[in-house]
Structures are given as structure tokens and as C-alpha cells.
């Protein structure tokens, strides 16, 4: 079991296959060339080898990031692996749907549980502005195949403001149509994001919501980084609820539960904290006994919280880009 120096048990690893993407999104890689290749990632079947390690160390939640992780042609080979390996472990992906249409089948026969699918606008222009690309029909071609496929769905919006903010209850009500789950995302400043943009605060969120519901607390997730809310409408409404993530927020780390590896070899025991313990060497050498050393040095390492401040110092931006982490 992995125990970190705040006694909080460590039992999530988000695994970055790619920094590469397809998209150029506004809050992530908006400037990087569309030629950008990431050439330092770690072969999968390497990587495979220190996952079986985190998992024999107490490892039950495993989500497959990226960059856009559909872009790794052997990662259904890599995905069936880790359910090979371990049956009881959560499998789950993080992607922006483009290629899901294709990979849908292959994912579920991989032994994936649910899908999360980053989706900021229903609006195609919307889309195409966002995120450079031309993409909403596939997109949502791809949601509706994996949903047909009957695996677990769960939408990100990150309501950024003059952008898409408009369309927050639109989304609610799409994934209420469609027995999707849906968490907001407050706009995590970094230096790689466009800098005008702006993103909600949780509270103007919900009051973008409350213009047509009622909301109510529900709880916040178990280990889990969301707040959540049920939304109301009279008495024959149907609860529905819905999720904010407040990285800002104090409460926000109390029960972190993750930790992060990179594409090429490093453990981010933090989202926004620059410290990482580098397992790259001891990966490609199958040094299983470095691996443990390095996995116990990164959750000892594991801050308290991590920067993020209501009102930050521009100088004080993460300067790690989010598709190399793996969000």
C-alpha cells in the first residue's frame, strides 16, 4: 500500500502514453506545430512493466491520458495487458473523441470500464475555434458509439468566459438527455495557454446553472477532485447530478488520491507542483528494483497541496504543460 507523509493512501495513477496531440486547444497547446512529434515516449510494453509494479503496490484505479492517447496504434495491446495482468483494476480513458468512432470496440475488448470525453462547445464553430479543428461530427460520433457500446461516459467542459460559457446548461442537458456524466473544470492557468484567456470560478458556474435549476450540494466525490450537485426543476424533475473540479478551491487536495506518469518516464506526484521523480532509465531496463525505490521516493515526495491560488502572481504559472502530464 502506498502511503504518502500526509497519510493519504495512494491507490490512482493517471498514465500519459503521448504528448502528442490532434488538437490545439486554447488552454493547452494552442502554439504547438501541427508537425510536433513526441519522440521521447516510452515503448508501452516497458511501461506495462512498472504499471504491474504500482499495481502489486496497492495501484486500483488506472486512467490512460494523453496528449490524445488514440493516437498510440498499440494502446489497446497496452490496455488489454494491464487488465491481463489485473482484472479488479478500474480502466479508464481520457479523450477528445476524435478517433473514438474507430477505436470504440477495441477499447471495451481491451477491458476499458468508462470513457472521459474532453468536450468544451455542442457548437461547431465553437469547436474549430477552441480547438483549431473541424471536429464536432466525429466527436460526436464517437460518443454515441461508445455509448452504444454501452461503456461508461463521463463529459469535461472547461467554461472559459466570452468562449463558451453560454452553453454550461446546454451541456448539463445534453448529458441529462443522454445519462452521460458531466464535470465542469475550472481553467488551470499555465504559461503554454493562450494568455487572454479567462476562465469560471465554481461559484459563477453554478450561477449559470441556477438561471434554470436549482442545485444542491451533494457531496464531494470520494477520493475524487469534484464537488457534486443535483439539479431540480420541481418535484417531478429527476435528480441529475453533475460535478465542478476547483483546483483554486482549499479542499481541493485534502483527499488526493493520484498520482501522474508521463509519456516519457517521469512521476508527477502533483498536477501543479514542480517537483517529479524521473523513472525513465530504470522503465527502459526493467529494474524492478529501482522502480520500487523511485515509486516510494515519489509518494514521499507528494506535497501537502498543490499552487494554485484564486489571484496567482503570472510569474508563478506552471510552466509543465498539461498535455505532457496528462491533466
Not at 480502466?91 to 468508462?114: H, I, P, S
Amino acid at each position: 500500500m502506498l502511503i504518502d507523509s500526509f497519510q493519504r493512501t495512494i491507490d490512482y495513477m493517471r498514465v500519459s502514453v503521448t504528448k502528442q496531440c490532434n488538437f490545439r486547444c486554447q488552454y493547452c497547446m494552442p502554439d504547438t506545430p501541427d508537425d510536433f512529434i513526441d519522440k521521447t515516449a516510452l515503448p508501452l510494453p516497458k511501461m506495462l512493466t512498472f504499471i504491474k509494479l504500482a499495481i502489486d503496490n496497492g495501484i486500483k484505479k488506472i486512467r490512460i491520458t494523453g496528449g490524445e492517447p488514440l493516437l498510440r496504434t498499440d494502446l489497446c495491446e497496452f490496455i488489454g495487458g494491464i487488465y491481463a495482468y489485473a482484472p479488479h483494476i478500474e480502466l479508464t480513458l481520457t479523450t477528445n473523441a476524435f478517433l473514438l468512432e474507430k477505436y470504440a470496440q477495441g477499447l471495451k475488448d481491451a477491458g476499458v470500464n468508462r470513457i472521459n470525453i474532453s468536450l468544451d462547445s455542442l457548437k461547431s464553430e465553437r469547436i474549430k475555434h477552441i480547438s483549431k479543428r473541424d471536429a464536432l461530427p466525429q466527436i460526436l460520433r464517437g460518443i454515441h458509439k461508445a455509448n452504444e457500446l454501452k461503456l461508461g461516459i463521463k463529459l469535461n467542459m472547461v467554461p472559459l468566459k466570452s468562449v463558451n460559457e453560454d452553453e454550461i446548461v446546454d451541456m448539463l442537458e445534453f448529458a441529462k438527455t443522454h445519462h452521460f456524466g458531466v464535470r465542469f473544470i475550472e481553467f488551470m492557468e499555465n504559461i503554454h495557454a493562450k494568455d487572454t484567456l479567462k476562465g469560471l470560478r465554481a461559484n459563477e458556474i453554478l450561477a449559470h446553472i441556477n438561471t434554470k435549476y436549482t442545485t444542491t450540494l451533494l457531496k464531494k466525490e470520494c477520493f475524487g477532485p469534484a464537488k457534486l450537485y443535483t439539479i431540480g426543476n420541481g418535484s417531478n424533475d429527476k435528480a441529475f447530478a453533475f460535478g465542478i473540479i476547483s483546483p483554486h478551491e482549499d479542499d481541493f487536495c485534502q483527499s488526493c488520491n493520484r498520482i501522474r506518469l508521463t509519456s516519457d518516464g517521469v512521476i508527477c506526484p502533483c498536477l501543479y507542483y514542480q517537483e517529479s521523480v524521473n523513472l525513465r532509465e530504470a522503465i527502459l531496463q526493467e529494474d524492478t528494483k529501482a522502480l520500487q525505490s523511485l515509486l516510494e521516493k515519489a509518494i514521499k515526495n507528494k506535497p501537502e497541496k498543490n499552487q494554485w491560488e484564486q489571484n496567482m502572481n503570472p510569474s508563478l504559472l506552471s510552466t509543465r504543460a498539461f498535455y505532457y502530464t496528462g491533466g
